[in-house]
C-alpha cells in the first residue's frame, strides 16, 4: 500500500499545501528567465500551418452527462484566455501563465477530473482536454516541447478524433503545465473555436517554409505486470516537404506509458512483465 502523504492524514493542511504550490509554481516562472507569451492578435496570421477538432461530449464515461455539460463550459472559460495568443521567436508558451485567472468572474463548473488517482468531480474538471488539443497542435510545429505529461491512467475509451494514441497533456495548477518554445524564426497563433458538438484547434504562422508535420504511433504494446494492465506506445514525427510529398526526417518524440482503467476489446494481445 503506498504511503499516505501528510495533506492525506491532515486534509486541513491541503488548502496552505496548494498555497504553497501555486506560489513556488509562479514565482519560478517570474525568474526563470524566459520570455512567456502573453500577447494576442488583431488580425489572424496569414498561413494555417494545422487545424483539428474533437468531440466535447463523452459518453463513455459512466458519469452523469452533467459533468460533460460543465466540461464545456470550463473550457469556453479556459479557450477565451488562450484564444488568439502568438507565440514569437524566442517566446515559451505556458498554459498555467495564460490560463491562470481564467475562472477569476465566473467560476468553472464541476466535471470530472482525478484526485488521488480516482476518477471524481470537482470545479475546473475536464480541462485536460485543451490542454490535449494544443499539444496535438504543438506536434504539428516544429516548436520544442519543453514540459509534458501524460495521463498515468486512461480511465475510458478515448471519443473518435484524428490524433494517435499518447498525445495527451495533462495538467495541474501548481504540480503539472505544459510549455512549448519557439527556438524558430516563425511567429505561431491559437486559435481556438466552439460549434454545437466540437472544439476546433487551428495554428497560423507569418511564414510559409513549405513542410507540414504527421504525427504517428509504433506499434502498441499491452501488458499485464502486477495485476494492473498497461499500454506503452512510441509517438513519432515526420516533416514532409509540401510541394512533393516527401518526408525528409521522422524521429521518436517520446514513449508514452499508461495504465488501461477499462476492459480492452476481446482478443487484444497481453504480454505478462514482473
Not at 461530449?57 to 458519469?63: P, Q
Not at 499539444?135 to 471519443?159: A, S, Y
Not at 524564426?185 to 507569418?206: C, P, Q, V, W
Amino acid at each position: 500500500m503506498p504511503r499516505k502523504r501528510i495533506t492525506q492524514i491532515f486534509p486541513w493542511l491541503l488548502p496552505l499545501r496548494i498555497r504553497q504550490r501555486l506560489f513556488c509554481f509562479y514565482t519560478k516562472m517570474y525568474l526563470d528567465g524566459n520570455q512567456y507569451s502573453e500577447v494576442k492578435s488583431e488580425t489572424p496570421l496569414p498561413y494555417q500551418l494545422f487545424k483539428t477538432s474533437c468531440p466535447l461530449y463523452n459518453r463513455e464515461t459512466g458519469f452523469d452527462m452533467v459533468y460533460q455539460k460543465n466540461k464545456v463550459f470550463n473550457l469556453k472559460l479556459a479557450a477565451a484566455t488562450l484564444d488568439r495568443v502568438v507565440i514569437e521567436p524566442n517566446e515559451t508558451f505556458s498554459f498555467w501563465k495564460l490560463v491562470r485567472y481564467a475562472d477569476k468572474v465566473i467560476p468553472y463548473k464541476d466535471g470530472l477530473t482525478v484526485i488521488d488517482g480516482k476518477l471524481t468531480t470537482a470545479p475546473g474538471g475536464g480541462i485536460c482536454q485543451m490542454s490535449n488539443l494544443l499539444f496535438w497542435m504543438f506536434l504539428h510545429t516544429p516548436l520544442t516541447i519543453v514540459e509534458r505529461h501524460g495521463h498515468n491512467v486512461k480511465d475510458f475509451p478515448e471519443p473518435p478524433s484524428d490524433a494517435p494514441m499518447g498525445v495527451d497533456a495533462t495538467v495541474s495548477e501548481g504540480w503539472l503545465d505544459l510549455k512549448v518554445k519557439n527556438d524558430t524564426k516563425m511567429s505561431f497563433e491559437i486559435r481556438i473555436a466552439f460549434d454545437e458538438n466540437y472544439i476546433i484547434g487551428r495554428l497560423l504562422t507569418d511564414q510559409n517554409n513549405g513542410r507540414f508535420y504527421e504525427v504517428v504511433n509504433g506499434k502498441p504494446l499491452y501488458y499485464r505486470k502486477n495485476n494492473k494492465i498497461y499500454e506503452e506506445v512510441d509517438v513519432k514525427q515526420k516533416t514532409i516537404l509540401a510541394p512533393t510529398g516527401d518526408c525528409v526526417s521522422e524521429r521518436l518524440l517520446y514513449r508514452n506509458k499508461c495504465e488501461i482503467g477499462y476492459p480492452l476489446p476481446d482478443g487484444t494481445d497481453l504480454a505478462q512483465k514482473g
